[in-house]
């Protein structure tokens, strides 16, 4: 993958966190689930998660917020059904220049990923798997590693500020209307936009 190839990355979120969002930026794990929130995180997974120290042994996988290439991946698949109570933050990829970011070339709980300084370690991505329509394959083999590809993380150390947001993905005309509501004293009304496709809601 190009660095000039990535337009921008997604988080994905409750509706119910963004005013805590744009008023203390996005916060790793280990801060979000000490604030009032409400989490989308599958618990199994976050176990997993909890487990895995980025390499250099300083810090943990739940000290960074993490950030994905596309959105419409595993995770949302398996929270389809909240669709109505999802968004999606685009965040500019000039996040990808800031200190200690790292990326991993697939889901960062996976036995098998690797992690590389950024941007660097774009070049190591396989945009085709990452962007891919769907993951499923006869093989259970390549499914995995299909699945394992398009979870490509970007792996921000402690929080992303809100002014990283350049845009919101939701999936309803009805989501847009509560998320105009709640940031409406934020002028940020033009950068919300409705695309059902990537919660998996194609009509």
Same mark, same amino acid.
């Given at each position: 993958?190009?660095?000039?190839d ?6 994905i ?6 005013r ?8 790793c794990?280990?801060?979000? *689930?000490?604030i !009032? ?5 599958? /618990?199994? $997974?976050?176990?997993?998660? =909890?487990? %895995?120290?980025?390499?250099g ?13 596309n ?11 909240? *669709?109505?109570? !999802?968004v999606?933050?685009?965040i500019? /990829?000039l $996040?990808?220049?800031?200190? =200690?970011? %790292? ?13 590389y300084?950024?941007?660097e ?20 083999i390549i499914e ?25 993905y ?26 059902p ?7």
């Open positions: 993958m190009k660095r000039e990535v337009e921008e990355l997604h988080y979120t409750h509706i119910d966190n963004l805590s969002i744009f008023q203390y930026g996005v916060l794990h280990r801060r979000a *689930h000490k !009032l929130c409400e989490s989308i995180a599958d /618990p199994v $997974i976050q176990s997993l998660r =909890e487990k %895995v120290v980025i390499p042994g300083k810090h943990k996988l739940h000290d960074y917020v993490n950030l994905y290439f959105a419409r991946n595993p995770m949302m698949f398996k929270r389809k059904d909240m *669709h109505e109570k !999802l999606v933050l685009q500019n /990829p $996040i990808l220049d800031e200190p =200690e970011v %790292v990326i991993s070339d697939g889901n960062a709980s996976s036995g098998y990923v690797k992690f300084p950024s941007p370690g774009l070049e190591y991505l396989n945009e085709s798997l990452i962007f891919a329509e769907y993951w499923t394959d006869p093989n259970l995995y590693r299909r699945k394992c590809a398009i979870c490509a993380e970007v792996l921000v150390l402690d929080s992303v500020s809100s002014q990283f947001i350049i845009g919101i939701v999936c309803t005309q009805k989501t847009y209307e509560k998320v105009v509501e709640l940031l409406r004293e934020l002028s940020f009304v033009d950068k919300i936009s409705t695309n496709r990537l919660f998996f809601r194609e009509v």
